[in-house]
């Protein structure tokens, strides 16, 4: 069978074009102390040498390996390597704890593990084979003072596996998803059209390069048209429109989180002064957050709705035309979403606009939608439900079209016999000008089965901002049931290694020692 999507390519392949259709083309940019380009020619050229790497310690055709790395050359080495050699990446965060590395290193049974010097003794501790297979990165994976190793001798497929990637874990220990050659492709074409890129745009990755977002929304999209990508080593709120300006950057990809530190820089003249067409985005940010960002830099922002599992994006505002980024947009593909009352319910059909239910997405496993979760048939098949993926949250779908994220399902507080979205109950929060942001959830109650907490960081000119005040505040907007019975301040809310706030550690009581 051939994916619709990407007909016979691959990832690889798709590699290998560009590197003779336009050779000398840029590919990647790597913005650190020193620049460094590769066209799609050094593009091709680094695979075959990661792929020399990954073979000479025994990683072959459905192989998994892991990659702790950062964003640097490396990590596409192993990466387009892993391409060309059918082989599968694991990609980690490099600031995962021994712990958390032995179980990602037992549970995908990896074979081999590409590491820097920064993370080798994490590495080492949690490694359970040879140490000989571990290799730290290096000028093998990037030294073009010799002729790259011929192709591999092998047959790859579209829908053969070429990574597992993890979610973030905040409740249990992480699932593996399974991302095929196709779905990469498919991820790809779908950020392209919707963004029209040309060859001659050029994405600015600040996010890391192991989670899906940089991944699929923009290495993928400028692999297909032949656009390029400038990746930052680390992401720094005050040099981010300063790297976009160095790289000509003309896309970019951010999370709500970032933005808001983008924002609380000082301003400059030439802010302005920058290629950007447009930002896209995920997560909340208010309405003034939107016009400010929009204002100051003279891009336009997109709101958009994804998940590791659901490939690429099933939901995002359009590039042209009405728009509403406090939405997170339109199906990207006619007869991929659904919402439902009741996704168990066979016999119940779509809820109709307006109405408030779970989210489904339709398409097909391995080229649309995840192939899977790795080594957890049951987990797979629970996610599905008739073939429609249950992301399990909650969403409305308005008369006009553009769907509401409200929250996750289980982010729903139970207060009084009501469900109150701590998503909407943050947004007013947020609006205080005082709340730099915040964060919502239910605590035990005996009497309302939940009351709702607001736990919230300060702006630096907000020391003066009161609990009393800020429940004053959201009173004014917010019906009586939604507003926060108790508010918490904090310097920091916990997040994963993209900025998603760990809600459940705010769940957690803290403990406190007897007097």
């Known amino acids: 069978m051939r994916p619709a999507v990407s007909g016979a390519q691959t990832v690889a392949s798709m590699l290998s074009h560009w590197s003779t259709v336009t050779p000398e083309a840029p590919f990647l940019v790597f913005d650190d102390e020193d620049v460094l380009t590769l066209t799609y020619r050094d593009g091709w050229e680094l695979a075959a040498r990661g792929s020399a790497v990954l073979a000479s310690l025994g990683v072959g055709h459905g192989d998994r390996f892991a990659v702790v790395l950062g964003n640097c050359v490396e990590f596409f080495a192993c990466w387009f390597g892993a391409a060309r050699l059918g082989a599968v990446m694991v990609p980690v965060n490099p600031n995962s704890t021994a712990d958390e590395l032995t179980y990602f ?281 008739d073939g429609w993926l249950r992301t399990g949250d909650v969403v409305t779908r308005r008369h006009d079209e553009f769907i509401a994220f409200h929250d996750r399902a289980k982010d729903m507080i139970k207060r009084s016999g009501e469900n109150v979205a701590a998503a909407e109950v943050e947004r007013v929060v947020n609006e205080h000008p005082a709340v730099f942001e915040s964060a919502v959830i239910g605590v035990p109650d005996p009497v309302r089965d939940e009351a709702i907490k607001a736990v919230v960081v300060r702006t630096e000119n907000g020391s003066g901002l009161t609990e009393s005040a800020l429940i004053t505040f959201c009173a004014d907007r917010l019906a009586r049931g939604k507003v926060p019975d108790h508010v918490e301040f904090t310097e920091n809310l916990p997040r994963t290694s993209v900025g998603k706030i760990r809600k459940n550690l705010l769940r957690q009581p803290i403990s406190k020692e007897e007097d």
């Open 105 to 385: 290193f037992e549970h995908a049974s990896c074979r081999a593990v590409i590491c820097s010097s920064r993370q080798q003794d994490a590495v080492r501790a949690a490694w359970p084979a040879e140490p000989a297979l571990i290799v730290l990165c290096g000028k093998d994976f990037n030294d073009r003072s010799s002729a790259p190793p011929p192709a591999p001798d092998v047959t790859v497929s579209p829908l053969d596996p070429l990574a597992v990637l993890y979610t973030s874990g905040t409740t249990s220990r992480p699932k593996g998803v399974l991302v095929t050659h196709a779905n990469y492709l498919a991820a790809g074409h779908t950020i392209a059209g919707q963004l029209r890129i040309r060859p001659d745009d050029r994405w600015l990755i600040v996010l890391p390069m192991f989670h899906a977002n940089a991944q699929y929304y923009c290495v993928m999209s400028a692999l297909v048209t032949g656009a390029s990508v400038a990746v930052a080593a680390r992401f720094s709120a005050s040099h981010w429109i300063q790297q976009a300006r160095r790289c000509h950057a003309t896309l970019a990809s951010l999370f709500a989180a970032p933005a808001r530190m983008i924002l609380a820089q000082p301003e400059s003249a030439t802010d302005r002064d920058n290629a950007l067409r447009v930002t896209i985005f995920g997560q909340n940010l208010t309405p003034d957050q939107l016009r400010r960002f929009e204002d100051r830099f003279g891009c336009p922002l997109l709101q958009l709705y994804g998940m590791t599992e659901t490939i690429a994006p099933p939901l995002m505002n359009p590039l042209y035309g009405p728009r509403d980024n406090m939405t997170v947009g339109l199906p990207t593909e006619s007869g991929r979403v659904r919402i439902v009352d009741d996704p168990l319910d066979r016999t119940a059909g779509d809820l109709a606009p307006g109405q408030t239910g779970e989210l489904l997405i339709g398409g097909e496993p391995g080229i649309t939608l995840m192939a899977g979760y790795l080594d957890d048939p049951d987990t797979t098949a629970a996610a599905y439900v």
